[in-house]
């Protein structure tokens, strides 16, 4: 474990899945750990618990990404709370896999809400209190650059969070450094009813080279990677972490 003290990482959607998973590790590298959450209060009572036994603070915030004004007052609460920010990561995101007759108005406009213009938000609002030489790191998928016949607002989102992505990277070089990582299929609460359904799990299994579904701790690293201060030259850039489904 490593026990300087870094400074605070803020991660969206922390209280479950990568979010989760991201925050234990970086608050095991000896950063101090704020993360937002809106139904997991139990989940993110007991993260907040194991990041305070690792010897780091941590903070939380309650907020519903899909609504503006719960964005505005995070963010007016993590300005005043944490002052200084070293990372913002945005994690937190929602699917859906409607076809395209049976995607509603709601269903879009809460997707895109909360995977793209949430982390838009916040990014403007927030990217002054990142420090110098500090990162965001937006989690987008392999759906924001392959395609199926649902799901639609999902891959929409996560295309455009990939473009928003190299556009915050040229708004804010060279202060603050803007990558996004692009998880394949990860063993999360999201997927569940994907990888504990037997014949889809060995589909998906079977179609990726590395023969298995990923694990949150595996973008946990990758986001680890991309905030570190050693990967000081690498902005706008777009880092695939799929077990290689997406070749």
Same mark, same amino acid.
């Given at each position: 474990?490593?026990? &300087?003290?870094?400074? !605070?990482? +803020?991660?969206?959607?922390?209280?479950?899945?990568?979010?989760?998973?991201? =925050?234990?590790?970086?608050?095991? /590298?000896?950063?101090?750990?704020?993360?937002?959450?809106?139904?997991? @209060?139990?989940?993110?009572?007991? +993260?907040?618990?194991?990041?305070?036994? +690792?010897?780091?603070?941590?903070?939380?915030?309650?907020?519903?990404?899909?609504?503006?004004?719960?964005?505005?007052?995070?963010?007016?609460? #993590?300005?005043?709370?944490?002052? /200084? *920010?070293? =990372?913002?990561?945005?994690?937190?995101?929602?699917?859906?896999?409607?076809?395209?007759?049976?995607?509603?108005?709601?269903? $879009?406009?809460?997707?895109?809400?909360?995977?793209?213009?949430?982390?838009?938000?916040?990014?403007?609002?927030?990217?002054?209190? %990142?420090?110098?030489?500090?990162?965001?790191?937006? %989690?987008?998928?392999?759906?924001?650059?392959?395609?199926?016949? !649902?799901?639609?607002?999902?891959?929409?989102?996560?295309?455009?969070?990939?473009?928003?992505?190299?556009?915050?990277?040229? #708004?804010? &070089?060279?202060?603050?450094?803007?990558?996004? %990582? =692009?998880?394949?299929?990860?063993?999360?609460?999201?997927?569940?009813?994907? $990888?504990?359904?037997?014949?889809?799990?060995?589909?998906? @299994?079977?179609?990726?080279?590395?023969?298995? $579904?990923? @694990?949150? #701790?595996?973008?946990?690293?990758?986001?680890?990677?991309?905030?570190?201060?050693?990967?000081?030259?690498?902005?706008?850039?777009? +880092?695939? %972490?799929?077990?290689?489904?997406? *070749?």
């Amino acid at each position: 474990m490593d026990s &300087a003290d870094k400074g !605070w990482v +803020l991660v969206t959607g922390g209280s479950r899945g990568i979010g989760r998973a991201t =925050a234990l590790h970086l608050a095991k /590298k000896g950063y101090d750990i704020a993360l937002t959450y809106n139904s997991g @209060e139990q989940e993110s009572q007991s +993260l907040s618990r194991e990041i305070s036994d +690792l010897g780091r603070r941590a903070l939380r915030f309650r907020a519903d990404l899909s609504k503006k004004d719960e964005i505005s007052r995070f963010c007016s609460d #993590a300005r005043s709370q944490l002052g /200084k *920010i070293f =990372a913002l990561v945005n994690n937190a995101g929602i699917y859906t896999g409607s076809t395209l007759k049976e995607t509603t108005d709601d269903e $879009w406009d809460r997707v895109i809400g909360i995977n793209l213009s949430a982390p838009f938000l916040i990014s403007r609002n927030l990217a002054d209190i %990142v420090t110098d030489g500090g990162s965001v790191v937006n %989690v987008s998928s392999v759906y924001g650059f392959r395609n199926d016949p !649902w799901g639609f607002p999902y891959q929409a989102s996560k295309s455009g969070l990939i473009h928003l992505t190299r556009a915050l990277a040229k #708004a804010l &070089a060279p202060r603050v450094r803007v990558n996004a %990582v =692009a998880p394949g299929y990860i063993r999360t609460d999201m997927n569940a009813d994907g $990888w504990t359904d037997d014949d889809f799990r060995t589909r998906i @299994e079977r179609r990726t080279p590395m023969k298995r $579904w990923g @694990e949150p #701790a595996d973008i946990a690293r990758a986001i680890d990677f991309l905030i570190d201060p050693e990967s000081s030259f690498i902005t706008g850039s777009l +880092l695939v %972490v799929d077990g290689g489904i997406g *070749i």
